[in-house]
């Protein structure tokens, strides 16, 4: 298992020393939220995906996954009512698993809560709308050799898809080895009926999870509350996860690298997930 960071924790810095900053610390490799990298990410020029690929090459860590990936550009929905939001939202979908591919990562993870909003009086056909958003890029994931996740969020984020059986009923809907779900420790913890390890133990045998967010139901980095990762760790080791996994906290105090920095000593620490 490689354990990334994800980028936007320390987003004001430029590409090349968020790479090279997450080698220090001891990351594998760094995961991108696409809004980082302009307003239009799905149509950034081939020079600038390998300028992206080379930073992280020399710095010593792979870009192993893409996350929040529908902030930019702005207008973006799959549960919208409006058809050409929702023709532009798949164009940019499709552009970012291209993106992906072109960046040498495996995964994308489709959160983005404000981009997957149930209207009012319309939430039954949101629902269908968002599911055929997913359906409707499998393919594409496929041909570019990535693996979509479907990410369920917290229900303080968003009413569409909130545990892991409401995300596998999806995947297995839409019935491609490139569609699979995957476990947001935060998020888990706050809506999951069992524990994360034991959420662990539960779905990993199903092959449909594809990806873990380490973080805390605080929305802190792991080990900066009160969630314990040692069981969670021993859980994907004894479960034979081989998938990547990213640190993803929200609140950063005293700022992101010290988080960054706190998250991944606590990990290694925990001496469950060793540096490959």
């Not at 990562?105 to 949101?126: F, K, N």
């Not at 995947?171 to 491609?176: E, H, K, L, N, Y």
């Not at 809506?191 to 133990?201: F, G, H, R, Y």
Request: glycine residues 8%.
């Amino acid at each position: 298992m490689r354990i990334s960071l994800c980028n936007e924790v320390v987003e004001e810095l430029p590409f090349e020393r968020q790479c090279a900053l997450a080698a220090l610390f001891g990351y594998d490799g760094i995961e991108i939220a696409p809004f980082t990298l302009g307003e239009e990410p799905h149509l950034l020029p081939a020079a600038q995906r390998a300028v992206l690929r080379r930073a992280a090459a020399n710095a010593g860590i792979a870009i192993t996954s893409l996350h929040y990936l529908l902030r930019t550009p702005a207008g973006l929905s799959i549960t919208a009512g409006d058809a050409s939001v929702r023709a532009r939202t798949l164009e940019a979908m499709r552009g970012l698993c291209a993106l992906a591919a072109d960046l040498g990562a495996g995964v994308l993870v489709h959160g983005s809560p404000d981009q997957r909003r149930l209207e009012p009086g319309d939430e039954a056909a949101g629902r269908e709308r968002g599911i055929e958003s997913f359906a409707a890029v499998a393919a594409d994931a496929q041909a570019a050799g990535v693996v979509y996740c479907i990410e369920p969020l917290s229900r303080n984020q968003t009413p569409f898809i909130n545990t892991v059986a409401e995300a596998a009923e999806i995947v297995r809907r839409i019935g491609s080895a490139a569609v699979k779900t995957m476990i947001d420790c935060s998020s888990a913890a706050l809506t999951e009926n069992e524990s994360v390890p034991d959420l662990i133990q539960r779905w990993l045998p199903s092959g449909l999870i594809g990806h873990i967010h380490f973080n805390d139901p605080n929305r802190r980095g792991p080990g900066d509350g009160d969630l314990d990762f040692a069981p969670v760790l021993a859980a994907l080791r004894t479960s034979g996860y081989r998938h990547d996994a990213a640190v993803e906290p929200f609140i950063y105090e005293p700022d992101g690298p010290a988080c960054a920095a706190r998250a991944i000593a606590y990990l290694r620490g925990l001496g469950e997930a060793p540096t490959p």
